[in-house]
């Protein structure tokens, strides 16, 4: 008697493109909906009509942002599991310690960038980049 069992294998690239579709799907969704003004996009004006938030297109897409890095980062887990690491905190940090640390910097950056320099946020939003590549490295 022979054991006919076989392992299945995944397919992980049916994966990364199932989740990039799925995201990229959503995206040109939010810019369909988005509001239009003398047919370019109105980045300002309320996508919900009277709703109780201010969803505007660059709220939208921020939301959308920090949801694909979370899908990201749950497909990085399962695929490359992983052991928490000892950094410069001397706490245990896996990559989603990393990642609500870098969000949660980055958020006390620009507010700080708001204080002492007002707008434009682009020179936080670099800083913020580099604050989330040293913590990625080093925490």
Not at 52 to 67: E, K, N, R, Y
Request: net charge positive.
């Amino acid at each position: 008697m022979t054991d006919t069992t076989t392992i299945r294998r995944v397919n992980w690239t049916a994966i990364y493109l199932g989740a990039a579709g799925t995201m990229g799907a959503i995206l040109v969704a939010l810019l369909v909906v988005a509001p239009r003004k003398e047919g370019a996009l109105d980045w300002f004006s309320p996508m919900i009509q009277q709703g109780w938030m201010a969803w505007t297109l660059p709220v939208a897409i921020f939301f959308w942002a920090i949801a694909s890095v979370l899908v990201a980062f749950t497909i990085l887990a399962i695929r490359f599991p992983e052991t928490p690491r000892i950094g410069i905190l001397r706490i245990e940090t896996t990559r989603g310690d990393r990642l609500f640390i870098s969000l949660l910097g980055s958020a006390f950056i620009h507010l700080i960038w708001l204080f002492f320099a007002g707008t434009p946020l682009w020179g936080a939003s670099a800083l913020c980049l580099v604050y989330a590549a040293a913590v990625f490295r080093w925490v």
